[in-house]
């Protein structure tokens, strides 16, 4: 079992910047791979980004690549997602995720808030 747990959501203006942690619970941490998801008002939760166990691997959803970034800390438990040139599309609750797939599901958050207004 792992929990985790989001922090670092707010409100932020376009063309700013917010990092996202997330810690997560069990020794296992380093096994699984880490991701993030996104939900906006009105529509289905979507991925965002993942890094595998070693944190060599990193894939991304075209709509982010280039301004966001994900990596991970196995010594803190912890990945993040910096997260750059912030537009109002990418509002929504932002949850973090551990799973053994390509795609985590397993292991979810509660998610954090992100706000970017125009």
């Known amino acids: 079992q792992v929990q985790l747990v989001e922090s670092g959501g707010g409100l932020v203006q376009a063309g700013g910047s917010l990092r996202l942690s997330c810690t997560a619970s069990?020794?296992?941490?380093?096994?699984?791979?880490m991701g993030w998801f996104r939900q906006a008002p009105g529509k289905e939760r979507e991925f965002v980004a993942a890094?595998?166990?070693?944190?060599?691997?990193?894939s991304y959803a075209d709509s982010v690549k280039g301004r966001f970034t994900t990596s991970r800390d196995s010594a803190k438990n912890t990945v993040y997602l910096q997260m750059l040139s912030l537009k109002p599309e990418d509002t929504g609750v932002y949850y973090c995720?551990?799973?053994?797939?390509?795609?985590?599901?397993?292991?979810w958050g509660q998610g954090t808030q992100v706000t970017v207004s125009s």
């Open positions: 995720a551990a799973g053994r797939g390509n795609i985590p599901d397993d292991f």
């Open positions: 890094v595998d166990w070693s944190g060599a691997a990193r």
């Open positions: 069990g020794r296992t941490f380093s096994t699984y791979t």
